[in-house]
Protein backbone atom coordinates (compact mmCIF):
# COMPACT_ATOMS: atom_id res chain seq x y z
CA UNK A 1 0.00 0.00 0.00
CA UNK A 2 1.55 3.39 -0.96
CA UNK A 3 1.72 5.85 2.17
CA UNK A 4 -0.64 8.00 0.51
CA UNK A 5 -3.43 6.00 0.54
CA UNK A 6 -2.22 4.18 3.50
CA UNK A 7 -3.18 7.40 5.83
CA UNK A 8 -6.20 7.85 3.55
CA UNK A 9 -7.00 4.62 5.40
CA UNK A 10 -5.86 5.24 8.51
CA UNK A 11 -7.90 8.87 8.71
CA UNK A 12 -11.25 6.56 7.57
CA UNK A 13 -10.88 4.28 10.42
CA UNK A 14 -13.70 4.98 13.35
CA UNK A 15 -12.30 2.80 15.07
CA UNK A 16 -9.27 4.31 16.44
CA UNK A 17 -8.12 3.87 20.06
CA UNK A 18 -9.17 7.08 22.02
CA UNK A 19 -8.25 7.95 25.61
CA UNK A 20 -11.25 8.62 28.25
CA UNK A 21 -11.95 12.47 27.78
CA UNK A 22 -11.40 12.63 31.99
CA UNK A 23 -7.51 12.57 30.21
CA UNK A 24 -8.24 15.44 28.26
CA UNK A 25 -10.06 17.36 30.72
CA UNK A 26 -6.67 17.18 32.78
CA UNK A 27 -4.76 17.75 30.26
CA UNK A 28 -6.78 20.75 29.85
CA UNK A 29 -6.89 21.63 33.49
CA UNK A 30 -3.00 21.83 33.27
CA UNK A 31 -2.09 24.14 30.56
CA UNK A 32 -3.76 27.09 32.49
CA UNK A 33 -0.58 28.52 34.97
CA UNK A 34 -3.26 28.41 37.31
CA UNK A 35 -3.70 24.66 37.92
CA UNK A 36 -4.57 23.66 41.55
CA UNK A 37 -4.48 20.70 43.34
CA UNK A 38 -7.87 21.08 44.28
CA UNK A 39 -8.78 21.39 40.44
CA UNK A 40 -7.76 18.80 38.97
CA UNK A 41 -8.32 16.52 41.84
CA UNK A 42 -11.78 17.52 41.29
CA UNK A 43 -11.97 16.46 37.51
CA UNK A 44 -10.51 13.35 38.03
CA UNK A 45 -13.30 12.91 40.88
CA UNK A 46 -16.26 12.77 39.12
CA UNK A 47 -15.24 10.04 37.13
CA UNK A 48 -15.14 7.00 39.96
CA UNK A 49 -14.10 4.35 37.91
CA UNK A 50 -11.00 6.50 36.67
CA UNK A 51 -10.26 7.21 40.15
CA UNK A 52 -10.76 4.11 41.42
CA UNK A 53 -7.78 3.17 39.44
CA UNK A 54 -5.58 5.51 39.81
CA UNK A 55 -5.71 5.17 43.79
CA UNK A 56 -4.73 1.65 42.87
CA UNK A 57 -1.84 2.51 40.72
CA UNK A 58 -0.94 5.45 42.82
CA UNK A 59 -0.45 2.30 46.07
CA UNK A 60 0.73 -0.16 44.46
CA UNK A 61 4.56 -1.22 44.87
CA UNK A 62 5.66 -0.11 41.55
CA UNK A 63 5.65 3.35 43.10
CA UNK A 64 7.03 2.74 46.33
CA UNK A 65 4.96 4.77 48.80
CA UNK A 66 5.66 3.43 52.02
CA UNK A 67 2.25 4.68 53.55
CA UNK A 68 -1.58 4.61 51.37
CA UNK A 69 -2.45 7.00 49.93
CA UNK A 70 -6.44 7.42 50.09
CA UNK A 71 -7.54 10.51 48.46
CA UNK A 72 -7.09 12.05 44.53
CA UNK A 73 -5.97 15.14 46.01
CA UNK A 74 -3.55 13.61 48.08
CA UNK A 75 -1.78 11.01 44.88
CA UNK A 76 -2.22 15.05 43.29
CA UNK A 77 -0.63 16.56 45.84
CA UNK A 78 2.43 13.64 46.67
CA UNK A 79 3.25 12.33 43.34
CA UNK A 80 2.75 16.02 41.02
CA UNK A 81 0.22 16.95 38.07
CA UNK A 82 2.42 15.13 35.61
CA UNK A 83 2.92 11.92 37.27
CA UNK A 84 -1.20 11.52 38.13
CA UNK A 85 -1.87 12.56 34.76
CA UNK A 86 0.38 10.12 33.60
CA UNK A 87 -1.00 7.53 35.42
CA UNK A 88 -4.36 7.92 33.62
CA UNK A 89 -3.03 7.02 30.88
CA UNK A 90 -0.92 3.97 31.84
CA UNK A 91 -4.37 2.85 33.07
CA UNK A 92 -5.99 3.58 30.34
CA UNK A 93 -3.75 1.61 27.77
CA UNK A 94 -4.69 -2.09 28.26
CA UNK A 95 -8.04 -1.15 27.83
CA UNK A 96 -7.45 0.94 24.70
CA UNK A 97 -5.59 -1.58 23.23
CA UNK A 98 -7.42 -4.95 24.19
CA UNK A 99 -7.07 -7.31 21.39
CA UNK A 100 -10.16 -9.03 20.85
CA UNK A 101 -8.62 -11.68 18.60
CA UNK A 102 -5.08 -13.09 18.47
CA UNK A 103 -2.94 -13.58 15.56
CA UNK A 104 -0.45 -16.60 15.25
CA UNK A 105 2.90 -16.13 17.09
CA UNK A 106 2.00 -12.80 18.34
CA UNK A 107 1.76 -12.52 22.32
CA UNK A 108 0.30 -9.21 23.61
CA UNK A 109 1.66 -10.21 27.02
CA UNK A 110 5.21 -10.54 25.43
CA UNK A 111 4.33 -7.30 23.83
CA UNK A 112 3.38 -5.42 27.35
CA UNK A 113 5.96 -6.95 29.03
CA UNK A 114 8.48 -5.81 26.84
CA UNK A 115 6.91 -2.57 26.29
CA UNK A 116 6.68 -2.15 30.01
CA UNK A 117 10.39 -2.82 30.37
CA UNK A 118 11.44 0.25 28.21
CA UNK A 119 9.02 2.40 29.84
CA UNK A 120 10.83 1.77 33.18
CA UNK A 121 14.19 1.65 31.33
CA UNK A 122 13.65 5.00 29.77
CA UNK A 123 12.37 6.23 33.12
CA UNK A 124 15.65 5.33 35.34
CA UNK A 125 17.48 6.58 32.33
CA UNK A 126 15.97 9.98 32.19
CA UNK A 127 16.11 10.18 36.07
CA UNK A 128 20.18 9.29 36.23
CA UNK A 129 20.47 11.69 33.11
CA UNK A 130 18.31 14.40 33.85
CA UNK A 131 18.00 14.82 30.09
CA UNK A 132 14.30 14.22 29.61
CA UNK A 133 11.55 14.76 32.58
CA UNK A 134 11.26 10.87 33.62
CA UNK A 135 7.20 10.67 33.91
CA UNK A 136 7.37 11.43 30.41
CA UNK A 137 10.10 9.07 29.62
CA UNK A 138 7.70 6.16 31.41
CA UNK A 139 4.47 7.18 29.22
CA UNK A 140 6.59 7.34 25.76
CA UNK A 141 8.34 3.84 26.82
CA UNK A 142 5.15 2.61 27.48
CA UNK A 143 3.71 3.94 24.50
CA UNK A 144 6.12 3.30 22.00
CA UNK A 145 5.71 -0.04 19.83
CA UNK A 146 1.56 0.63 20.22
CA UNK A 147 1.79 1.41 15.72
CA UNK A 148 1.94 -2.64 15.96
CA UNK A 149 -1.09 -3.18 17.75
CA UNK A 150 -3.17 -0.30 15.01
CA UNK A 151 -1.06 -2.86 11.93
CA UNK A 152 -2.63 -5.87 14.12
CA UNK A 153 -6.19 -4.13 14.39
CA UNK A 154 -6.79 -2.49 11.17
CA UNK A 155 -3.91 -3.20 8.63
CA UNK A 156 -3.70 -7.67 9.19
CA UNK A 157 -2.61 -8.60 6.18
CA UNK A 158 0.24 -5.66 5.48
CA UNK A 159 0.81 -6.59 9.38
CA UNK A 160 0.84 -10.81 8.56
CA UNK A 161 3.67 -10.20 5.35
CA UNK A 162 5.61 -8.08 7.72
CA UNK A 163 5.39 -10.94 10.60
CA UNK A 164 6.00 -13.51 8.06
CA UNK A 165 9.88 -11.89 6.54
CA UNK A 166 10.40 -11.46 10.06
CA UNK A 167 9.82 -15.20 10.77
CA UNK A 168 11.14 -16.26 8.03
CA UNK A 169 14.11 -14.47 7.55
CA UNK A 170 15.38 -14.12 10.70
CA UNK A 171 14.89 -10.29 11.05
CA UNK A 172 13.61 -7.45 13.83
CA UNK A 173 10.43 -6.47 13.11
CA UNK A 174 11.40 -3.25 12.05
CA UNK A 175 13.60 -4.19 9.62
CA UNK A 176 11.14 -6.68 8.45
CA UNK A 177 8.66 -3.95 8.28
CA UNK A 178 10.94 -1.62 5.91
CA UNK A 179 12.34 -3.68 3.47
CA UNK A 180 8.57 -4.32 2.36
CA UNK A 181 5.92 -1.90 4.02
CA UNK A 182 5.60 2.17 3.17
CA UNK A 183 4.92 3.14 6.59
CA UNK A 184 6.25 1.63 9.94
CA UNK A 185 4.66 1.05 13.06
CA UNK A 186 6.91 4.18 14.59
CA UNK A 187 5.32 6.21 12.54
CA UNK A 188 1.59 5.28 13.10
CA UNK A 189 2.33 5.43 16.93
CA UNK A 190 3.49 8.95 16.34
CA UNK A 191 0.44 9.32 14.30
CA UNK A 192 -1.89 8.22 17.46
CA UNK A 193 0.36 10.11 19.57
CA UNK A 194 -0.89 13.48 17.54
CA UNK A 195 -4.38 12.80 17.81
CA UNK A 196 -4.26 12.10 21.24
CA UNK A 197 -3.11 15.58 21.61
CA UNK A 198 0.33 14.48 23.28
CA UNK A 199 3.12 16.95 23.39
CA UNK A 200 5.80 16.97 20.21
CA UNK A 201 8.18 15.33 22.28
CA UNK A 202 6.33 12.48 23.15
CA UNK A 203 5.50 12.08 19.73
CA UNK A 204 9.08 12.61 18.60
CA UNK A 205 10.21 9.91 21.26
CA UNK A 206 7.91 7.21 19.90
CA UNK A 207 8.54 8.50 16.04
CA UNK A 208 12.10 8.15 16.67
CA UNK A 209 12.87 5.08 18.57
CA UNK A 210 14.56 3.61 15.34
CA UNK A 211 15.93 6.75 13.77
CA UNK A 212 19.61 6.57 13.14
CA UNK A 213 19.68 10.54 13.73
CA UNK A 214 18.29 12.67 16.53
CA UNK A 215 19.45 16.23 16.22
CA UNK A 216 16.12 18.20 17.42
CA UNK A 217 15.54 19.76 20.97
CA UNK A 218 13.79 16.83 22.06
CA UNK A 219 16.34 14.65 21.60
CA UNK A 220 16.92 13.79 25.29
CA UNK A 221 13.75 11.78 25.49
CA UNK A 222 13.91 10.41 22.41
CA UNK A 223 17.24 8.93 23.29
CA UNK A 224 16.18 7.89 26.81
CA UNK A 225 13.60 5.29 24.51
CA UNK A 226 16.12 4.22 21.59
CA UNK A 227 18.21 3.20 24.48
CA UNK A 228 15.83 1.53 27.05
CA UNK A 229 14.61 -0.38 23.90
CA UNK A 230 18.12 -1.34 23.18
CA UNK A 231 18.65 -2.33 26.77
CA UNK A 232 15.23 -4.57 26.93
CA UNK A 233 16.05 -6.10 23.60
CA UNK A 234 19.72 -7.69 24.53
CA UNK A 235 19.38 -7.99 28.18
CA UNK A 236 22.97 -6.30 28.81
CA UNK A 237 24.62 -4.27 30.87
CA UNK A 238 26.89 -2.50 28.85
CA UNK A 239 26.11 -1.31 25.50
CA UNK A 240 28.04 1.00 23.14
CA UNK A 241 26.03 4.28 22.01
CA UNK A 242 26.63 4.93 18.49
CA UNK A 243 28.01 8.40 18.68
CA UNK A 244 26.13 9.39 15.30
CA UNK A 245 22.87 8.97 16.56
CA UNK A 246 22.83 11.31 19.54
CA UNK A 247 23.94 15.10 20.18
CA UNK A 248 27.10 14.99 21.65
CA UNK A 249 25.85 16.35 25.04
CA UNK A 250 23.32 13.70 25.49
CA UNK A 251 26.12 10.86 24.69
CA UNK A 252 27.77 12.58 27.53
CA UNK A 253 25.16 12.11 29.73
CA UNK A 254 24.16 8.33 28.69
CA UNK A 255 27.47 7.47 28.78
CA UNK A 256 28.25 8.84 32.01
CA UNK A 257 25.27 6.84 33.26
CA UNK A 258 25.96 3.75 32.27
CA UNK A 259 29.47 3.31 32.94
CA UNK A 260 29.07 4.71 36.26
CA UNK A 261 26.40 2.41 37.25
CA UNK A 262 27.76 -1.40 37.47
CA UNK A 263 24.70 -3.37 36.45
CA UNK A 264 22.14 -0.92 35.08
CA UNK A 265 20.29 -3.35 33.24
CA UNK A 266 20.23 -5.61 36.49
CA UNK A 267 19.02 -2.63 38.79
CA UNK A 268 15.51 -2.25 37.22
CA UNK A 269 15.02 -5.66 36.89
CA UNK A 270 12.99 -5.78 40.14
CA UNK A 271 11.01 -2.50 39.53
CA UNK A 272 10.33 -4.22 35.81
CA UNK A 273 9.02 -7.27 37.64
CA UNK A 274 6.56 -5.30 39.22
CA UNK A 275 5.50 -2.94 37.22
CA UNK A 276 4.58 -6.25 35.01
CA UNK A 277 2.70 -7.77 38.28
CA UNK A 278 0.92 -4.79 38.31
CA UNK A 279 -0.19 -3.94 34.44
CA UNK A 280 -0.83 -7.43 33.69
CA UNK A 281 -2.39 -9.09 36.47
CA UNK A 282 -5.94 -8.65 34.44
CA UNK A 283 -4.69 -9.26 30.72
Known amino acids: MEPTAFWKKIDSIKELPTLPMIYFKVNKALQNNDASVKGVAGIIEMDQAMSSKVLHIVNCAFYGFRSKISSIPQAVMILGFNTVKNAIVSVSILDVFALKEKFQGFDIKNFWSHSIAVAVLSKHLAE???????????????????????????????????????QKDGLSFYDAERSIAQVDHAEIGAYLAKRWLFPDSLIEAISSHHTSKITSANAGLSACVILANLFSKYKEDKLPLNNDIFPDKINQSLNTVIENTGSFYQETQAEIEMANEFFLENT
Open 128 to 166: KSRIAPPEDAFIAGLLHDMGKLIMIQHFKEEFSLVWQKK
